[in-house]
């Protein structure tokens, strides 16, 4: 009966992993990223404080505060990344593209220089088919701390 029940939880297991399993590599996280024709944004994270969800500001007594996000945003194969902000009559255009040494993807300034780029991370761990995170931390919310970002998108259809 132990027997029949450790096989029941490891099978639940491999299930709930087989399920939500994220890339495996910067290579696999591109192609994720890119066969979701756009990604709409779900929730913000300020210092791992909730910020954003469900299309709504979500009250910090004392933390930075954000009003303005991409509600949308797309991969393209050349490497732009398109953002669009509520109420925008034109989309933001940046940069993405694997950082191999590091293992991750980074999205920048579409004319940011190769050597001193900086910005939006996603690393593979957070990348899965339906949904993925990017992450950054920055001293221009609320010098001289640093305010870490982390903002979370899932698959629009």
């Not at 299930?15 to 192609?31: H, K, N, Q, T």
């Not at 910090?60 to 009559?89: H, L």
Request: charged share 25%; aromatic share 10%.
């Amino acid at each position: 009966m132990k027997l029949k029940n450790i096989l029941v939880v490891l099978s639940l297991f491999a299930i709930v992993l087989a399920c939500s399993s994220s890339a495996d590599s910067p290579e696999e996280a591109r192609e994720y990223l890119l066969a979701v024709p756009r990604w709409g944004i779900s929730e913000v994270y300020v210092n791992d404080a909730l910020n954003f969800k469900d299309g709504k500001e979500v009250a910090n007594f004392g933390g930075v505060s954000f009003s303005r996000y991409m509600e949308s945003v797309q991969f393209r194969p050349d490497g732009a990344f398109v953002g669009q902000y509520a109420g925008a009559d034109t989309p933001t255009m940046l940069h993405w593209e694997i950082v191999p040494e590091k293992e991750h993807i980074v999205v920048t300034a579409a004319d940011t220089v190769q050597d001193a780029r900086s910005g939006w991370v996603i690393t593979p761990l957070n990348v899965h088919k339906d949904s993925f995170e990017m992450t950054t931390e920055t001293a221009a919310f609320d010098y001289p701390r640093i305010t870490r970002i982390r903002l979370k998108f899932e698959a629009k259809e």
